[in-house]
């Protein structure tokens, strides 16, 4: 399985488009990327920390943290976000820790386990309620508008790869975290050969190969992030 495939997959798991995949998939950085953003050693601890209360470790598995799952995001968003993107992602550590504050007194790091998924939900509600609302539908009305527009002048210059490097407007920033949670780990060898049943290729395809209930479901191909 290619690239592309692991990331359909991946897609089809988070039920909707994967921000930075185009880039990821073209192999190329985007035009108007500044410099890359510095992420500090407690900016990945912290990210590491969010993405194993989405992942966590189980009995038999590991969790998003055993993937380096802060390493993960830092290189995604450096290398495959645009400006406007990386603003958003990187803005939204900084609220991530404000709205921690306010709430705890103290950072993520050192809330109690339950005290980091009661958080972590909240915040994905949060990403939800704003992508639904009708301010942030018409902001991204408006911005998506913009990128057709630049599509249509490249093409008009025999540039028929531009549809595939547009802008896509931010959604919130814990969306992201989300998206680069499940997107790293399921294409990590710790997520594809623990969390899900994983068998080297090539190999045959058996249509009829035994199943029972509670059975891991398959890993989504030989591809590790």
Known sequence: ????????AVSALLGGSIIGANFFLSGCKPAEKKAATAFSPDDINL?????????PSTADSPGAKSAKIG?????IVNDCYT???????????GQLRQSCQAKYGKDFTSLSPDQKKEFVTALDKEAKALTSSDDYK?????????????VRSEEANNDFGAAHLKDEYPPHYFSMIKQLTIWGYFTSEAGMTKAL??????????????YKKGDKAWAIGGFFG
């Not at 399985?1 to 359909?8: G, P, V, Y």
């Not at 018409?138 to 630049?150: E, F, G």
């Not at 090539?202 to 190969?209: E, Q, T, W």
């Open 1 to 8: 399985m290619n690239r592309r495939q692991a990331l359909s």
């Open 47 to 55: 990210l590491d920390d969010v993405g194993e209360t989405i992942i």
């Open 71 to 75: 390493e993960f995001m830092r290189t």
């Open 83 to 93: 400006e406007n993107q990386q603003k958003a992602f990187t803005e939204g550590i």
């Open 197 to 210: 049943r994983y068998i080297e290729s090539p190999g045959k395809f058996d249509g009829a190969y035994p």
């Open 138 to 150: 018409k902001k991204k009305l408006a911005y998506d508008s913009i990128q057709a527009n630049w």
